[in-house]
């Protein structure tokens, strides 16, 4: 848990300690449960349980506030609230129990997110996922329905449901490097293998001459799978040496793929 008014530069340094433990949260994997989507339900409620428990302090101390003492030595009264949920896109599916390949934050579907005309300007409806939420105690088959037509997952109880002035969809924070960075990459790598073809790129990663600060791919780069965020760095340093005079099919010009 870290707090808003840190800058940047400090905050992201973890020798500056500018963010403090919370708890630690279980890994298993309920391997003795036998049904894989009874298993998922149960760790998903099993992820929201311990994360209601600690967060409750922030229920009572974000509705009443509490007295905190700044380093002046002058006392506030405080209002402590969940503001950004920081994590991997896996875990913000998690957090906010929308389904895999969905947009977490809004009601965009998979299929969509290419289609920038298609896409929402606005957030999740928070209130008709709390009342999505509250119709379990009346008529769990419903809910179950509900939740498949809203495109959540059926969780009954998840954290941020008693958290005061939280909107978890608005919380959630862009994940740079898995969504942007390392996204970007992949799909514009993918691009070159399918105008180049894979043995053309992988060739010309063979013959890339030995240099500093560059690693060779002597076996290419297209049959790589699970690439680490370093294989990436160093992946980029090449991509423009690899296609500068690659010739494109049908004698196409190959200008808006170098600029890209």
């Not at 608005?170 to 043995?199: C, E, N």
Request: aromatic content about 6%; glycine content about 6%.
């Amino acid at each position: 848990m870290t707090i808003g008014n840190i800058p940047k530069e400090v905050r992201r340094k973890p020798s500056n300690r500018a963010y403090v433990l919370l708890g630690y949260l279980p890994t298993t994997r309920l391997e003795t449960v036998s049904n894989k989507a009874s298993r998922r339900r149960q760790l998903a409620n099993l992820y929201h349980a311990c994360m209601s428990k600690i967060l409750n302090p922030l229920v009572q101390a974000g509705k009443d506030g509490i007295f905190m003492v700044t380093g002046l030595g002058v006392t506030h009264r405080c209002h402590p609230i969940l503001a950004c949920v920081v994590t991997d896109y896996p875990e913000q599916l998690l957090t906010t129990c929308t389904l895999s390949g969905d947009c977490p934050s809004c009601p965009t579907k998979k299929a969509d997110l290419g289609n920038y005309m298609a896409i929402p300007l606005d957030f999740r409806d928070l209130s008709q996922i709390l009342d999505l939420i509250d119709s379990f105690d009346t008529d769990p088959a419903e809910f179950l329905r509900s939740c498949k037509t809203a495109g959540v997952r059926p969780i009954v109880n998840p954290f941020w449901k008693d958290l005061p002035y939280t909107h978890i969809y608005r919380s959630i924070t862009p994940d740079i490097l898995h969504q942007l960075y390392q996204g970007i990459l992949k799909h514009l790598i993918g691009w070159m293998i399918m105008v180049f073809g894979a043995a053309e790129i992988d060739a010309r990663c063979r013959r890339m001459p030995p240099n500093h600060n560059l690693r060779l791919f002597v076996k290419g780069i297209s049959s790589l799978s699970r690439v680490s965020g370093q294989e990436h760095d160093y992946m980029c340093r090449i991509l423009l040496g690899l296609i500068i005079d690659a010739p494109l099919p049908h004698s196409q010009s190959p200008a808006r793929l170098l600029a890209s």
